[in-house]
């Protein structure tokens, strides 16, 4: 069983994700979770997304991974035990205290080892399994062939999780003080600034203060900016290392990235299971993960391949703009939408979909206000507009259309 996991900033994302092919989403209250500059979810918005979750046979993982200080654990036990009664699917935890709160206060909760815990070999493990972790995080900085040692030395029962897409921190396994050290914000608390993507000179102290450029570009350096993860081409060796939850990174990523990622996925994954001994990564899907914002792709420490991990700018890249989201399943020829980004009649969009219109295209003959009043310029933001198509059917709420920029 391959479990997609895809993370969830807000609601909107979290059934964004759920729209779009995750089996499950990961994501925080407003408390204790390592994203303070996601929105986050509050009480209520948890109960609603556990309860959405489950009436579509998906489930829900509570971020409880912060690196806790005495006063973190104010409200601690009052909240495992809120998690517990709402039935979570599991705790994500990397602090041992906070690890023996969940065994003692809410000992029914699920616990997932978060990879803050850098789990790096099969010793540490198996401790953690002994101390009551039914899932393991692992340590970004695993190789295919350590993984599997891990598999093999545990107990068969345990998951284990893995980051497959998105950023990587330039530390270990998300431990990183640059944030705390130049803005005060603990990035281990949930407030990282990600310093990392600031631009940085080197200078020689000895002589005379004077600077060397490392990979510099006319905007700065970036040698702590990592490239991306992306492992959409090598899933059979993932699975075949014992993997059984494939881990998109992105909380603080819009809606469109995550529908963006999670579908090309989903769809790699259902291929990969039609047909295992035969799969190839289609080059449709692997080019689908450059329609959104990301930096260079990079397949980390899975290959110990001798690709530099650091990227020559930090500047995000992409080949396709979200234009509007699909408000309503289409009626006759007409759909009602959002507007997102400006377009205008005569343009090309591109459908972002889990249905069969996923990639068709088509031209903006025609859009209206929803008063019937003719719009040749979509140029105000979040608009809804009547969208009027010829040849395309089917159209469902949430819906992505997008358009290639031009460069």
């Known amino acids: 069983m391959i479990e997609l996991l895809a993370p969830a900033g807000n609601m909107e994302k979290l059934k964004t994700a759920f729209a779009y092919g995750a089996d499950a989403c990961y994501f ?5 979770g390592l994203r303070a500059m996601s929105s986050n979810f509050s009480n209520e918005e948890l109960q609603e997304s556990v309860e959405y979750a489950h009436s579509l046979g998906k ?5 409880v991974n912060i690196l806790a200080h005495n006063a973190d654990y104010d409200g601690l036990k009052e909240y495992l035990q809120f998690l517990e009664s709402i039935k979570v699917d599991g705790v994500i935890v990397s602090d041992l205290g906070i690890m023996s709160f969940v065994k003692e206060y809410a000992p029914t909760l699920e616990l997932h080892v978060s990879t803050q815990s850098s789990i790096t070999n099969k010793y ?5 399994v002994k101390l009551g972790a039914k899932r393991l995080v692992l340590a970004r900085e695993l190789s295919i062939k350590e993984i599997k040692e891990i598999r093999d030395y545990i107990p068969k029962d345990i998951d284990i999780e893995c980051f497959v897409h998105g950023a990587m921190c330039i530390s270990y396994s998300g431990r990183c003080l640059l944030s705390n050290y130049l803005c005060g914000r603990d990035s281990n608390r949930g407030a990282c600034v990600q310093a990392c993507r600031f631009q940085y000179t080197i200078k020689e102290y000895a002589k005379d203060g004077d600077e060397y450029p490392i990979e510099e570009d006319d905007r700065g350096t970036y040698i ?3 490239k991306d993860m992306c492992l959409i081409e090598h899933i059979k060796e993932l699975v075949d290392a014992g993997i059984t939850s494939f881990k998109i990174e ?3 990523k819009s809606p469109y990235y995550v ?4 579908n090309a996925y989903r769809r790699a994954i259902d291929l990969y299971k039609n047909d295992p001994d035969h799969y190839t990564c289609p080059k449709y ?8 914002s990301h930096r260079r792709f990079t397949t980390g420490f899975y290959f110990a391949s001798n690709d530099k991990e650091y990227t020559k700018s930090s500047m995000p890249i992409q080949t396709h703009e979200f234009m509007a989201v699909v408000m309503s ?4 020829n007409w759909v009602e939408i959002e507007q997102r980004n400006r377009f205008r009649v005569g343009d090309e969009l591109e459908i972002l979909s889990p249905s069969d219109n996923f990639n068709k295209t088509f031209i903006v003959s025609k859009m209206t206000t929803l008063d019937g009043e003719e719009v040749v310029d979509a140029m105000h933001v979040q608009e809804r507009l009547r969208l009027y198509l010829d040849d395309i059917t089917g159209l469902q709420s949430g819906d992505i259309l997008r358009k290639k920029i031009d460069k």
Do not use: H, W
């Not at 489930?59 to 971020?63: L, M, R």
């Open 28 to 32: 925080a209250g407003t408390r204790f």
């Open 329 to 332: 399943n289409q009626v006759g």
């Open 59 to 63: 489930k829900c993982y509570i971020t």
């Open 259 to 262: 529908a963006t990622v999670v």
């Open 250 to 252: 992105g909380r603080m």
């Open 124 to 128: 540490s493990a198996m401790e953690y």
């Open 224 to 226: 702590l900016n990592s």
């Open 285 to 292: 899907l692997v080019q689908e993960l450059e329609k959104t």
